[in-house]
């Protein structure tokens, strides 16, 4: 696992484990019905780039399984996350669905993936980045698990690196953070500085998404050293 690196500039945020367990086990009941719209044009996106990978699909932060029913049959997936509340509702919409294709679904914590390396074709997280207590551990971890010539693809908000939305994110953040997410700390800079850190990473794509141009879809691909040779 690479080692984290401790970003110089970015502050420590009172946001832990529980905290978010709690804030997405109370989001469960409505989840779909807030976010379902809003997130839908970046789910379709992270959802095509995956479809067209295909393999082992490792979904972190899967939720209520909202985007479980738009992976192509032939892709196998497993899907996690923190909250046994919004798990509940994904078990019986595949179980509803009848989803065939998807292999498992476990409470587990993102920053301690019990998988081990190069598990798999594809991780998927949306949204996942800027929930998590330790955003560049959560990082290592989805590289850790990633097979060589395998992509990485998130779905992420970017903050500003500076100016008013900068200021006005951070004014923000002590609200944002009892639902269980973050505004600010995420400038650009940061993901391309955990990058620098990463062992075999590279950039393949960043693509704004709507809504209001403030999220991204990310996809970085693990280098395959055996093929390259």
Do not use: C
Request: proline share 4%.
């Amino acid at each position: 696992m690479a080692d984290t690196m401790k970003l110089d500039g970015a502050r420590e945020l009172d946001f832990d484990r529980e905290q978010v367990e709690q804030a997405y086990d109370r989001w469960a009941p409505i989840y779909d019905l807030v976010f379902g719209g809003v997130f839908e044009k970046g789910r379709k996106a992270a959802i095509s780039a995956t479809n067209k990978l295909g393999g082992r699909v490792l979904e972190v932060g899967v939720g209520t399984g909202i985007s479980l029913p738009l992976y192509a049959p032939h892709v196998r997936v497993f899907g996690t996350d923190i909250s046994e509340a919004m798990l509940g509702k994904a078990m019986r919409r595949v179980a509803d669905q009848r989803l065939k294709n998807v292999e498992g679904l476990a409470v587990m914590d993102a920053e301690q993936l019990d998988f081990p390396d190069d598990s798999f074709d594809v991780v998927m997280a949306q949204y996942v980045v800027t929930a998590v207590p330790n955003p560049e551990v959560a990082l290592d971890e989805f590289a850790r698990v990633l097979r060589p010539g395998g992509e990485l693809i998130i779905l992420t908000r970017v903050s500003a690196d500076d100016g008013m939305r900068r200021v006005i994110e951070q004014a923000l953040q002590p609200v944002v953070r009892r639902l269980g997410f973050r505004t600010a700390e995420f400038g650009w800079s940061r993901y391309m500085r955990w990058l620098a850190g990463a062992q075999r990473m590279e950039l393949v794509e960043r693509r704004l998404i709507p809504p209001l141009g403030h999220f991204s879809l990310v996809r970085f691909r693990k280098q395959d050293l055996a093929a390259a040779a």
